[in-house]
């Protein structure tokens, strides 16, 4: 076992993220979520974006990242 592997033995160190295929706020769901703001024009690169540096952030940190992209349904 290696010793990555035995100094977390109760957690995982390999996640998967789905990069985002299409992002845009719930108009639904915006009237009665205070958190939930009209999205800017470049949301989707924005979105794009903040995944990227995410999992940067996660390898940064020593953890194994796999990414998939997400089809837009």
Known sequence: MSDEVSRFPQTTITV???????FYSNPETAKTNAFQAPEP????????AEF??????????????V????TAA
């Open 16 to 22: 998967l993220m789905i990069r985002p295929a299409v």
């Open 41 to 48: 024009d470049d949301a989707p690169a924005l979105a794009q």
């Open 52 to 65: 990227d540096a995410k999992v940067a952030a996660l390898r940064a940190h020593g953890a194994r990242v």
């Open 67 to 70: 990414t998939d992209d997400d």
